[in-house]
């Protein structure tokens, strides 16, 4: 199993300083300064939308060009060969796939003219006229050291990063805890079957 970056969504406030820091974090080590992460909001809950660098990731597997590739744990995007296709976005099940970064594939890309119909794709319109588009996908900030910026900067720690080991803890602890509450339950009933039987 991969590590990936995970919310809780109770925790999430909204404030974006994980884009935030996520952008900035890129930039300053000369990568296109985008972030790689963003963030859902509601009426009543906030949360981040992270990669969740998928075993068998069917945004590598779909890229036309080859321009996602695996790298240790993590996937990369080597933006001289992303045209801005857009299929990796389309076949991620996260929404996880940013088409927001200008690629420096210009040669290779195709012209993208105006979207046809009010009801055409969102991922599509996305895309300005005659320009082309390369994708971002989290890299776990592989060229900095500590770890992925995204959860340092979150100020209620709704941000963590979980691998096999941390996901079978918290599985655990889960199981546990409904052991717990069962007994807590069946102790309950065979109170009431006492008291309902004097």
Do not use: W
Not at 45 to 51: E, K, L, M
Not at 75 to 104: D, I, K, R, Y
């Amino acid at each position: 199993m991969n590590r990936f970056v995970i919310v809780d969504p109770h925790r999430c406030i909204g404030c974006d300083a994980c884009i935030v820091a996520c952008s900035e974090g890129h930039r300053k080590l000369a990568l296109r300064p985008v972030a790689r992460i963003s963030l859902v909001k509601t009426r009543d809950i906030s949360a981040a939308v992270t990669c969740h660098q998928c075993e068998g990731s069917p945004c590598l597997a779909v890229c036309p060009s080859h321009a996602i590739v695996q790298e240790d744990d993590r996937l990369q995007v080597v933006e001289e060969l992303c045209t801005g296709c857009l299929v990796c976005a389309l076949a991620c099940p996260f929404g996880a796939v940013h088409p927001s970064m200008p690629s420096t594939s210009r040669p290779r890309g195709e012209l993208f003219g105006q979207t046809s119909t009010s009801r055409s794709s969102g991922l599509l319109r996305q895309k300005e006229t005659g320009d082309y588009s390369c994708v971002a996908i989290c890299d776990l900030c592989a060229k900095t050291q500590g770890g992925p910026r995204c959860i340092a900067s979150c100020p209620t720690d709704a941000l963590s990063l979980v691998d096999e080991e941390s996901l079978e803890l918290s599985n655990r602890k889960k199981r546990l805890g409904a052991i717990d509450k069962m007994m807590v339950a069946l102790r309950g009933a065979d109170r009431g079957v006492a008291d309902h039987g004097r």
